[in-house]
């Protein structure tokens, strides 16, 4: 006998599972892969890709990004997104842990403070790969390209597949964007400078590897575009061309000898190579959606392009005739708390995020991991002390997304004691930014005005008493560290080098003694001037971390040449007694 009631419950079935919201539908589904595409030293208006629908600056008058266009296309332009701080190695380790970098307690490059802070290092901090792995999803996962020297060796951290040169105790660094081997400088093949070719293989051939056969993650961090500019002969040339026809400047071009350009000389032609360089890095991101497509696991695969850090190869404009630095729109650029400094290329594509959609919700990069945590639909607890949010409200929903972070809003804390020590707190639409050294305080609207022009402090006194309060409370809270500290540590540093200086000066010297080297009195003379020298210049970067004390400058460093002639005018030589 047919059962009658079947057709109507299959009609209740398919309407109620029409009204199940596609976050339930995603979770039941297989698991998200995950890609991340970083550049270095990459500014906000350095790509072919318009990231502001209203202001045409945002967008490079040359270098082409076809493959960041594309991402465009089927993602999101996500226009308030923020690398972890203005330089590299801070924000490496953040986007890694998914905390803050005043968490992460590494907030600038060869950070003095930090070797006091965490003597035991970090191995006891979680990566984005570990916490795929502790989700037993099984998630297969890579890195390639510049890692985090200060975390180790990624195939140590969580990433089954790494490019790690062999034996190299801190993983991949900077200069293993020049060199293969650091050591014996061997230099890349002219078709792949800065290991853009082949960094770019790894990562299709990862995916060609394990697309639908299991869920990834891959990282593939490019050196470019960190100087020194690199590129392909036949990239230069190709954008050397479509340079002249465009009619740009072309004063002092010369032709660049070699198989592949390196280090160009000229303003036209560093122009032209830098062009050509991020042009070869994006050949990454067309080829990846490609392999994606060709594999069926594109619409299943989220994936995101940003920076470390604002632009490095900011442009120079006089401003009441001074000499100032923009990334596009954006006031300064790499090492600096200004817009241009952490507001960064970000775009990401994936399920939700609407194509072609313009996002202006501020992300951070150590959002990511809590995402990819969400997303995955892991149910393991986050690791202890993440401090981003998932974005997974704002891939769905777009501007009306909310993000609920640990942290009070978007931390940005610079201590630095060789540029400006700057700490600042994104929440909504305003930013706090506090001078360490002289207090001073600036408060920017920065949805309407992310030029940073009009300072909103002395009008919005309970604003900026609120935000500085909430920023002060969070460093506090993980001991961020103040500038004080930083330069106390500075000066520890110092001391204890100078110390081993001096130790590593009498044992040369009793071994002399021992030997009772003829020539005794000229081999200590010549160690001593060699101890005076390194003595001096120690001297001089601990005068220089003095004045940095009273540096008030938002975008100034201090006086090198003063510092040296001031130890100049009062050095006395050690005499080794």
Sequence with gaps: MKNITSAPLRLCAIILFALLPS???????????????????????????????????????????????RLAEIGGRFTAGYSPTPTCTGSRMSIQLGKSSAAVQYRNVNDVLAKYQRPEGWD????????????NLNYKTAFFGKGASNLGRFEDRGYDITDEIPGQVGGNGNEHGQYW????????PPDNPKRLHSLRKHSVDFINE?????????????????????????????????????????????????????????NAN???????????????????????????????????????????KAELRKVNGENRRFNGPLQEGKRSIFEGGIRVPTLISGPGIKPGSEVS???????????????????????EGVDGGSLRDVFYKGNSGKVKRVSPGILHHYPCHYHP????????????????????????????????????????PEKVASMDKLRQDYVDKVDGGSADDVREAQFKEQDEGAEQSKRIYKNKLAALKKQNAPDFEAQKAKLLKELN???????????????????????GYVDKNAAEAHVNANWVDYTGE
């Design 23 to 69: 976050a339930f539908i995603l979770s039941a589904a297989k698991p998200p892969n995950f890609v991340i595409v970083y550049a270095d030293d990459l500014g906000y208006a350095d790509t072919s890709v318009q990231m502001m629908d209203a202001d045409p600056s945002t967008k490079h008058k040359f270098i082409q990004t076809p493959g960041l266009e």
């Design 421 to 460: 020590p700057i700490s600042s707190l994104i929440i909504g639409d305003y930013k706090l930014m506090r001078h360490l050294n002289s207090g001073e305080i600036r408060l920017y609207n920065i949805k309407d005005d992310y030029r940073e022009e009009n300072n909103l402090a002395e009008s919005m």
């Design 533 to 555: 020298a390194k003595l001096m210049k120690n001297e001089i970067n601990k005068e220089k971390g003095r004045r940095h004390a009273q540096l008030h400058s938002w975008r």
């Design 210 to 266: 394990y697309a639908g056969k299991q869920p990834f993650f891959v990282m593939v961090s490019h050196y470019a575009a960190h100087i020194p500019f690199a590129c392909t002969r036949e990239a230069f040339e190709r954008n050397k061309k479509r340079w002249i026809e465009m009619g740009f400047d072309t004063d002092g071009m010369e032709d660049v000898p070699g198989d592949y350009i390196h280090k160009p000389s000229g």
């Design 181 to 188: 081997d650091t050591k014996k400088k061997t230099p890349f």
């Design 361 to 383: 919700v501020p992300i951070v990069q150590y959002d990511f991991l809590a995402t990819m945590h969400d997303l995955s639909g892991s149910k393991t607890p986050l690791p």
């Design 270 to 312: 560093a122009d032209i190579a830098y062009a050509a360089m991020v042009e070869e890095m994006d050949m990454t991101v067309v080829d990846i959606i490609k392999a994606l497509e060709k594999k069926g696991e594109l619409d299943n695969t989220y994936i995101i392009f940003t920076s470390d850090n604002g632009g490095g």
């Design 124 to 135: 006891n901090e979680v990566t984005m790969a570990q916490m795929l792995k502790d989700a």
